[in-house]
């Protein structure tokens, strides 16, 4: 599996702003940052706030800040607002027609691990993306990432 740059990209934005709570981020910094196309910034802005996980203030000292505090924001939530669709194999559409549908247990073995995908991601908050003392730091640091308690899976 494989998230599209959409993604990568809104956690980065998500990451950038999440480090400069006092203060309004600008999508031109963001985009400085992290070498990064602006037009695409752009787009990806708007998506994240209409998905609520970022508020935009327009006009002359203007940007975005989060939406929501770090933790809860969840990364699981974030990716399916962002990803267009997690179609991994061709079979999982409902317009294909395979001749092995009667036989085959390929789509339920996938959708098994794209959820199994979706429930790791659901674990962790932006927070989890946030290295302590970091706001104010343009510099992404190294992340580590500390497991939260899962609830027992039925």
Known sequence: MRLTT????AMRLLMY???HPE???????VARAYEISEAH???????????G????VRGKGGGMRLAAAPQDIGLGAVVRSMEPDFTIVECLT??????????CHLTGIINGALQSFMQYLDRYT???LLAPG???NTKVQPLTFHKRPSAAIA
């Open 17 to 19: 702003v999440g480090q």
């Open 126 to 128: 932006l927070a989890d």
């Open 41 to 51: 910034l752009t787009k990806i802005t708007h998506q994240l706030a209409l998905a």
């Open 94 to 103: 409902s317009d294909t027609t395979c001749q092995l549908t009667s036989s």
């Open 6 to 9: 959409m993604s990568d990209y």
């Open 23 to 29: 203060r309004l981020c600008t999508i031109s910094e």
């Open 53 to 56: 996980w970022l508020e935009t």
């Open 134 to 136: 970091t706001e104010g």
